[in-house]
């Protein structure tokens, strides 16, 4: 179990390695590209959705976000029911990059499942999407301040 958890993590880091070199150039670094898809793709989400569906802490998500308004990514707007409640919107600068960033998902999506049948293919996402759902749980439980027995 231990190494098929190692290459989750190897795959994952050399994805996002990759990103953020070829990102680098359109001035978003470390990760900062996950939370501009997010938005792009969910506009008017709010920071706390976002932070858990990315699965950070808050305090990680509020710094990444500020970092994306302040290079004019994206912008947060009051919200016409509650004014506590800011939502994130990408702004034009951050629309523009968004194909560039789907692109690139979506190249390395074909490079890493190279060589699997369309079979293979769903039934690795169906046992990766129940190996999330198993790690949620303890995220959540975690996330809550709890520790877990090991």
Avoid at 96 to 114: G, M, Q, V
Wanted: proline fraction near 2%.
């Amino acid at each position: 179990m231990m190494e098929i958890l190692r290459e989750i993590g190897k795959i994952a880091r050399a994805l996002d390695s990759i990103s953020n070199i070829e990102f680098k150039d359109y001035d978003l670094t470390k990760g900062q590209y996950l939370y501009l898809v997010r938005i792009c793709e969910n506009p008017g989400i709010i920071q706390e959705k976002l932070a858990e569906m990315i699965k950070v802490d808050r305090t990680t998500a509020a710094r990444a976000i500020k970092k994306l308004e302040l290079k004019g990514f994206i912008e947060k707007i009051d919200d016409e029911h509650n004014k506590k409640i800011k939502r994130l919107f990408p702004t034009e600068r951050g629309e523009k990059i968004y194909p560039f960033i789907k692109r690139e998902h979506d190249y390395s999506n074909t490079i890493a499942l190279e060589g699997l049948s369309e079979n293979e293919t769903e039934s690795l996402l169906n046992m990766l999407t129940k190996v999330s759902k198993n790690v949620e749980k303890d995220w959540e439980y975690v996330k809550k301040g709890n520790k877990r027995n090991y």
